[in-house]
């Protein structure tokens, strides 16, 4: 199939000149899409992707999407959607931002799958700090989002300092070394390309046969008148709304902060505007953005909209704001209709205005160029020099990756925090949680909602409110910090389904249930499950995605001790101490129980960490000693205790004491792994000196990767056995 054939069949239009020139984009060097609003960005850098899986072409297994509002990627989402549908190929599309998080994509490394999300969300789990992912499944995601994928940052004049970062990222995936390519495309309407120099780039812009091309150029062309309105106060802003705005049409205005949208609603209450904001929980988001659909009135919003929201305005009133906000915020009025006529206005404040969260100097240069600015078409915008400002930046080391590899609260400091590299700091949340009493385990971001860091401390110290903050594995009372997820009694109040986040306590939100993390940890399994079985499922697992690891050209002398890592990882539950809360009967070994005991009973043991030891005593190089400890992410770069509180007994590791003995077990037509007394040679601190070693040897994303691959196939190998019990098969 030609390519020009897939993407008709995808999008049922054919593509532009440059569209059809990126599709030959090797991925060896960094892409630079400098194209306006309207020219098809989103499907020019998604369908290649889709046709070389399609055409089988060698290509990445993931495609990462990262954008900078969420309704900019619930947008992005809801089109993905609808091409990869039509593209007949069984890819799954996955969406995480603010209020949304879908998981899957790093229980299996070797399907292909297309993440689209928020910069801070995708930014964070590819340092290993994903925002409302717990310590223990924060390599998975940091894996999948760090080999073998090809990232897109769309809007990048948006994004702040996600851009540098994402280029250092880039830069040390390069040096470092990933397993598969991890490639780079940056997209924007308005390009600042300072943080690439010294860096390979080809650059996709709109060509003179682009521009003859009918459709393009009407878009590119249509006029979009530009008219100054002095205003006094919010009360002047609903004033010109409705003297502007025209009954069975569409009227956007653009305020920067969530109050004065709040206030601006209020006073449009006659028109029943839609006021839309990004701090809503995502169970209200998702039902404001199917409101949006082909939705006539009056619309006020925050920044949120200012892209990929597939609005088509006919009216729109702004705030002035930095000049790569105003021409995104142009692209929300005559967006694709352009026959229709459109009237841009912006606000002059006469009394005193504060520009936040912009500064005041960057919307003073907008104010300058729009005195002298008659017509916003895209024409017109993109030969406008952009202006020169400082991009926001904070230098992320070789050191400073290889710290967020760890994620023992010992060894996890780095020299900024996660938040500063991957999100400007007026945009600082958490995620925050309503319900009677605490949940479970942690809950999915749908059902929660972002939320001012700062506006927290303050409301909960005003109203006495106790906030309780996600931590190792369950809730604790600490100061929330940027990207922690906190849970309020529903009675504290401070949230509207209609308004959001409002810091009222007179606002009481709804009862609503709840979603939670996946219980990783020995949930009841529908039979009795003996060791034997399950290891050598384990082993199975992973000898099936060996085409694809030779693929990534992970060396086969490599593959096989993976091979034996996946068959004696649980090892360690051989032990009495493990046997006995699984309640096995005498003369039997589980790996998986249909009824366990109380988790107290163990007293913190860790089986991987005693299967670990156990292939030590086997001669196991380090390697296989580290992969097996770390598949489920609570042993890796310390053997000390979790709780900062717990003093560290070097006779008893993690809850393994040393000294005790696992019997043998049977893997049957395999091995029979031999019984073996638990010691470990030198000190818990030779462990931590032995990860920097293989930190060196492996570098921090091939190490994360390998981790995965054997907790893929463990997850794999129970699910196998999962499905044959549905059908009534447990043998």
Same mark, same amino acid.
């Given at each position: ?64 999407? =990262?954008?900078? !509002? ?7 989402? %809801?089109?993905? +959607?609808?091409? /990869?549908?039509? &593209?007949? *190929? ?52 940091? =894996?999948?989002? !760090? ?7 769309? %809007?990048?004049? +948006?994004?702040? /300092?996600?851009? &540098?970062? *994402? ?565």
């Amino acid at each position: 199939m030609h390519y020009c054939e897939f993407f008709w069949q995808c999008t049922g239009f054919s593509p532009y000149p440059w569209q059809k020139r990126f599709s030959t984009w090797s991925g060896k060097s960094i892409a630079v899409v400098a194209a306006p609003t309207g020219a098809g960005k989103e499907f020019g850098v998604e369908i290649p992707w889709l046709y070389c899986h399609k055409m089988s072409i060698p290509t990445t297994a993931r495609l990462i999407y =990262a954008l900078p !509002t969420r309704s900019l990627v619930e947008q992005v989402y %809801e089109n993905t +959607l609808e091409v /990869v549908t039509k &593209s007949g *190929l069984p890819i799954k599309v996955y969406c995480l931002k603010g209020g949304l998080v879908e998981h899957g994509f790093e229980q299996d490394l070797t399907q292909p799958a297309i993440l689209i999300g928020t910069q801070d969300q995708l930014l964070s789990r590819a340092l290993n700090r994903g925002f409302g992912v717990s310590w223990g499944q924060r390599p998975l995601h940091c =894996a999948a989002l !760090t080999n073998d994928c090809r990232w897109v940052l769309d %809007e990048i004049q +948006l994004t702040g /300092v996600a851009y &540098s970062t *994402l280029v250092q990222l880039y830069k040390h995936w390069q040096e470092l070394g990933t397993y598969g390519q991890t490639q780079l495309c940056l997209m924007s309407a308005t390009f600042d390309d300072r943080p690439l120099h010294g860096l390979e780039v080809e650059r996709f812009e709109l060509s003179t046969e682009d521009m003859a091309h009918s459709l393009l150029a009407a878009k590119v062309m249509r006029p979009k008148p530009v008219f100054r309105a002095t205003v006094a106060d919010v009360a002047d802003v609903a004033a010109l709304v409705k003297a502007h705005h025209l009954p069975g049409s569409l009227s956007l205005a653009v305020v920067n902060t969530v109050e004065r949208a709040r206030e601006v609603g209020k006073l449009l209450f006659d028109l029943a505007p839609l006021v839309i904001h990004s701090q809503f929980l995502g169970i209200d988001r998702e039902k404001l953005q199917q409101k949006l659909k082909s939705y006539q009135g009056v619309i006020v919003a925050t920044q949120v909209v200012e892209a990929g929201v597939d609005l088509d305005a006919d009216l729109l009133i702004t705030e002035l704001c930095p000049w790569s906000s105003f021409v995104q915020r142009c692209g929300r009025c005559g967006r694709k209709r352009t026959e229709n006529a459109v009237q841009i206005h912006w606000l002059d404040y006469q009394q005193q205005w504060k520009p936040l969260p912009y500064d005041a100097p960057e919307c003073e240069a907008t104010r300058d160029r729009l005195l002298k600015l008659s017509d916003a078409s895209l024409h017109h915008l993109a030969e406008i020099p952009l202006p020169k400002l400082d991009l926001p930046s904070y230098q992320l080391t070789k050191r400073d990756v290889q710290t967020f590899f760890c994620t023992h609260y010992k060894n996890r400091d780095t020299t900024y925090t996660i938040s500063q590299y991957v999100r400007d700091p007026t945009a600082f949340t958490v995620s925050v949680v309503w319900s009677i009493e605490p949940p479970e385990r942690l809950p999915h971001q749908k059902f929660t909602c972002p939320v001012p860091t700062k506006e927290l401390t303050d409301f909960c110290k005003s109203y006495s409110v106790i906030p309780l903050v996600w931590g190792e594995d369950a809730w604790e009372n600490k100061e929330p910090k940027h990207g922690d997820v906190v849970w309020l009694p529903l009675a504290a109040g401070g949230y509207s389904h209609e308004r959001g986040w409002t810091a009222n306590p007179d606002d009481q939100c709804q009862a609503y249930s709840l979603e939670v993390e996946p219980q990783y940890n020995d949930p009841p399994f529908p039979y009795a499950l003996p060791l034997g079985i399950h290891l050598q499922d384990t082993e199975a697992a992973l000898r099936e995605v060996i085409p694809y690891l030779q693929m990534l050209k992970i060396p086969e002398r490599l593959i096989e001790e993976l091979c034996r890592c996946a068959r004696w990882h649980d090892w360690g539950k051989a032990h009495q101490v493990w046997q006995a809360y699984a309640q096995a009967d005498r003369g039997e070994l589980l790996a998986k129980s249909t009824k366990y005991g109380s988790p107290m009973q163990m007293k913190g043991y860790r089986h991987e960490l005693a299967s670990a030891i156990a292939a030590a005593t086997q001669g196991a190089a380090f390697l296989s000693q580290y992969l097996i400890a770390a598949h489920h992410g609570k042993v890796r770069d310390s053997l000390w205790p979790t709780n900062p509180k717990e003093r560290f007994n070097k006779q008893v590791l993690r809850g393994v004491e040393l000294g005790t003995h696992l019997p043998s077990v049977e893997i049957s037509g395999v091995e029979v792994l031999p019984a073996v007394e638990l010691t470990i040679s030198g000190n818990a601190g030779n462990w931590e000196r032995q990860v920097r070693n293989l930190l060196r040897e492996y570098g921090p994303f091939r190490l994360i990767y390998l981790e995965a691959i054997i907790r893929n196939a463990d997850v794999k190998a129970s699910r196998y056995r999962e499905e044959q019990a549905k059908h009534g098969n447990s043998n």
